[in-house]
């Protein structure tokens, strides 16, 4: 496994680990790890992240039906949407 490092701003002094970057320490911290813990890490931020896109997907689809019940855009077929569309982005 290739050891990825980051290296901290211009400095040729050497820093204690209190004061080394916090992402640096954080990849030092996984690389420790048992590789199957590390796999259970890469999996549980896998899992999480998918949860917040898919949160974020949900936030959008709910804002998107509160407008269209509010009237904020238009209903109708596909080709009346897009006309509508083609219509507002041309006026501007």
């Given at each position: 496994?290739?050891?990825?490092?980051?290296?901290?701003?211009?400095s040729h002094r050497?820093?204690?680990?209190?004061?080394r970057?916090?992402?640096?320490?954080?990849?030092?911290a996984v690389e420790a790890?048992?590789?199957?813990?590390r796999?259970?890490?890469?999996?549980?931020?896998?899992?999480?992240?998918?949860?917040?896109?898919?949160?974020?997907?949900?936030a959008?689809?709910k804002?998107?039906?509160e407008e269209?019940?509010?009237?904020?855009?238009p209903?109708?077929?596909?080709?009346?949407?897009l006309?509508?569309l083609?219509?507002?982005l041309?006026?501007?």
């Amino acid at each position: 496994m290739n050891k990825v490092i980051v290296k901290p701003a211009v400095s040729h002094r050497k820093r204690s680990d209190s004061k080394r970057p916090t992402f640096q320490r954080a990849i030092e911290a996984v690389e420790a790890l048992a590789p199957r813990e590390r796999e259970s890490l890469f999996d549980i931020f896998r899992r999480r992240k998918i949860e917040a896109r898919r949160e974020e997907l949900a936030a959008s689809i709910k804002r998107a039906r509160e407008e269209y019940a509010s009237g904020g855009m238009p209903g109708g077929t596909v080709d009346e949407v897009l006309k509508a569309l083609n219509h507002c982005l041309a006026s501007r």
